[in-house]
């Protein structure tokens, strides 16, 4: 399994950026692929995630509204488009894909199996 994630970089507040993360390895279609964040010393957040085969997504209330997930199953790509993005939204996203949904979605006391090595981004004036 193998997952890429980028896109990330600096902003300011207000902005908008994609977050794009290459999957490979598995059978993207059917398993769960979530977008997480963490910054240092705090708690990881599970930010998004959805099922490619049926389109199912779900979003945290942290984003919700400014966030939008979505997936190409052709390209086997999942992306995080993140708007109106704030200082807070600081932080390293990172891409997990999982078999079972809950651990993908962040619902599970169980990571997720599998990682990309996350893309940063940063949002300040």
């Known amino acids: 399994v193998q997952l890429v994630e980028s896109g990330g970089g600096n902003v300011r507040p207000g902005g908008s950026l994609r977050l794009s993360c290459a999957a490979s390895g598995f059978e993207f279609h059917d398993w769960t692929i979530g977008w997480f964040r963490q910054v240092p010393g705090k708690e990881r957040e599970a930010i998004s995630c959805?099922?490619?085969?049926?389109?199912?997504?779900q979003v945290a209330d942290s984003v919700k509204g400014r966030a939008t997930i979505s997936a190409d199953n052709h390209k086997n790509m999942v992306y995080l488009q993140l708007e109106k993005l704030e200082v807070e939204d600081t932080a390293v996203y990172y891409c997990?894909?999982?078999?079972?949904?809950?651990?993908?979605?962040?619902?599970?006391?169980?990571?997720?199996?599998?990682w990309g090595q996350g893309t940063g981004v940063t949002v300040s004036s």
């Open positions: 997990a894909a999982d078999p079972l949904r809950k651990r993908a979605c962040g619902e599970s006391q169980v990571a997720p199996m599998n």
């Open positions: 959805i099922i490619p085969r049926h389109d199912t997504t």
